[in-house]
């Protein structure tokens, strides 16, 4: 099994149609779904996670750029203003892949990009809003 994190931009003729569904049933590709900015009539974006056999992923993602999905590699993109941080944790509390720790004796952040999956959680988390996340 193989796993491969992607970005699809839906055209918005596309937005409405069972695409992840079919990716499931057809393509027998695991789906998950880690972030999605999805609107009615207009072009979506989704921060997907596919788990399959390479050739099974492959064959989906060939499907999603016949139906006109832009498919691109996810690339982390996640900023962190570490001089502003203040080390308070609260960041940590929300980060369930613990890619953002806080451990003694320093008690200082460290943010591990490697296991970030860009939720966002860790954005509105933090009280001086110095996380930023891009997909
Ligand atoms: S975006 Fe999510 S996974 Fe990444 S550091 Fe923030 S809370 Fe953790
Ligand atoms: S919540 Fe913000 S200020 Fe607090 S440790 Fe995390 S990044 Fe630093």
């Known amino acids: 099994m193989a796993k491969r994190r992607l970005v699809l931009t839906f055209p918005p003729e596309v937005v409405e149609r069972p695409v992840v569904a079919t990716l499931v049933k057809e393509f027998d590709v695991l789906t998950n ?28 993602m060939r499907y999603l750029e016949e139906l006109g999905v832009i498919v691109e590699d996810a690339i982390k993109d996640i900023d962190m203003n570490d001089e502003l941080c203040i080390d308070c944790g ?43 996340v891009r997909f």
Do not use: N
Request: aromatic share 2%; proline share 7%; with cysteine.
């Open 33 to 60: 779904i880690l972030r999605a900015q999805v609107q009615e009539g207009e072009v979506g974006r989704m921060l997907v996670e596919l788990e399959a056999e390479p050739s099974a992923i492959r064959a989906a």
């Open 90 to 132: 609260a960041c940590t509390a929300v980060c369930l892949p613990r890619a953002l720790k806080i451990e003694p004796p320093e008690w200082k952040i460290e943010l591990d990009k490697e296991r970030c999956i860009l939720c966002g959680f860790c954005v509105d988390a933090c009280p001086l809003k110095i996380i930023s």
